[in-house]
C-alpha cells in the first residue's frame, strides 16, 4: 500500500475523471490509471466503475472512499505531531525539488549558493512536480523549488506561502550533431519528412510546456512522437544517441552544447520558452516549527 494511491482515490472520487485526476496529480493517465488498479489490487474488490460516464464509484468504493479520507486524516495528524517533537534548531535544511530541477539547476545553485551564503547542510527529495509541492504544504520539507510560468501556475495560496525568485531558465529544442557539427534533425521540419520527437509524457508537467512552445510557434512543426518519459535527463540520454529532438532545460545541456555532442535544433528566438526558477515556503507567521537555519537561507536569498 502507497498513501499516493489513497490520495489518487480520493481525486478520482471527487473529479469523476480519470483524465482530469491524472492530470491535478501531475502524472500521465496511465500511470494514473495503473495506481488505481494497484489499490484495487490492494483492497480485493473493484472501487471504480468503468462502465458509466462521467466515472463514478462502486458500492464497495463509496464505502472504502470514506475510509480512505479517515486514514489520509489520521496520518497527516500523526506526521504533524511528530513534527511537532522535531528539535527547532535542527541544522538540516529540506529541499523538495521537481526531478528536472534536481538534475539541472540546484547543483549548479547550490555550489554559488555555498560560496555566496556560507556552508549549509541539506537533504534533497526529487519528487514530479504534483509531490513536490505536497511535500511542502504537508510540511515535509523547508524549501520547494520549482519552475514556474504564467500558464502553469503551481496552485499556492499567496496567505499561506511565500516566494523567491532565484532566476530563470529557458526550455528549447536540441539534437544531436552531425559530423559537420549541424543538428542532424531540425525545426519546423515538413510534412514530407517529419521529424522524429523525443516527447515529455502527457500529463507532465514540462510536457504542457513543450505543447505551448508549439502552439505559439510561427510556423507548425512537423513531428513524429516516437519516444516518451516524465523525465528531462532520459530525453537528453536519447538525444545524445541521436533518436531524436528533445526539448530540454538548457541548464541540463551545459556541458553538451561546449563539446558540440548536442546543438540547438532550431534557430535562435524561435521554438523556446522562458521560465522562471522559484523558491516557496510558508510563510513565518504560520508554520510551527521554522529551522533557524532555513529561515536565516530565506532571508539571505531575499536579500540578494
Known sequence: ????????????????????????????????????????????????????YPTRLTP???TFHAQALEVLGALQAARNMMRSHQAAGHDMIEFAVPHTLAFTFFPHWLMDLRQRFGALKCRLTALNVHDAVLRLTEGGCDLLIAYHHPSQPLQLAPERYEMLSLGSETLAPYAKADADGAPLFRLPGRASERVPFLSYASGAYMARLVELILKQASEPAALDSIYETD????????ALEGHGLAFLPVSSVRKELRSRRLVPAAPSGSFELTMEVRAYRERPEVVRHAKPG??????????S
Open 1 to 52: 500500500m502507497e498513501t499516493k494511491w489513497l490520495e489518487d482515490f480520493v481525486s478520482l472520487a471527487e473529479t469523476r475523471s480519470f483524465s482530469r485526476s491524472a492530470q491535478l496529480r501531475h502524472v500521465t493517465q496511465p500511470a494514473f490509471s495503473r495506481r488505481i488498479q494497484a489499490l484495487e489490487a490492494w483492497t480485493g474488490i473493484d472501487l471504480v466503475d468503468r462502465s458509466s
Open 231 to 238: 523525465m528531462a535527463e532520459g530525453l537528453k540520454a536519447m
Open 60 to 62: 464497495a468504493g463509496e
Open 294 to 303: 532555513a529561515v536565516a537561507l530565506w532571508d539571505f536569498l531575499s536579500r
